[in-house]
């Protein structure tokens, strides 16, 4: 089958009802309260990257630098061919670091929301959230 070609005016666009063309404030309609995320957290952060990004070192003391990527669609990490920075780094920030019971979430991209919860089965200390 070969590529087809169409011309559509948006505006008609705009009864499709699989479309998300705007930002409504109005929350939606549910049987439950709805709450924001940010009320829920006892704290929310972010970490951070070296300068030139993350690299991959042979020889030298790293920490993992944890990002979106690593986490799955089924909430597990997935540790293969994992991101690193260097320990020296990693131990002069001040936030980003994983610890036990974290919630880690996924907070932007194509699949924003992917979420995984650290337990005491996560095999690795130094680990930094980006």
């Given at each position: 089958m070969g590529v087809v070609k169409a011309t559509v005016k948006l505006s008609s666009l705009s009864s499709?009802?699989?479309?998300r063309l705007c930002f409504s404030k109005d929350a939606p309609k549910t049987s439950r309260e709805l709450v924001?995320?940010?009320?829920?957290?006892?704290?929310?952060?972010?970490?951070s990257r070296p300068k030139g990004g993350?690299?991959?070192?042979?020889?030298?003391?790293?920490?993992?630098?944890?990002?979106?990527?690593?986490?799955?669609?089924?909430?597990?990490?997935?540790?293969?061919?994992m991101p690193l920075v260097p320990l020296e780094f990693y131990n002069t920030t001040e936030k980003g670091m994983v610890k036990q019971d974290d919630i880690l979430v996924c907070k932007d991209g194509a699949l924003t929301g992917k979420c995984c919860f650290v337990n005491f089965n996560f095999p690795i200390n130094e680990v930094g959230r980006q």
């Open positions: 499709n009802a699989n479309l924001k995320l940010l009320g829920c957290l006892s704290l929310f952060e972010s970490g993350i690299v991959y070192f042979e020889d030298e003391e790293v920490a993992l630098s944890l990002g979106g990527e690593q986490i799955g669609k089924d909430g597990k990490i997935n540790l293969t061919n």
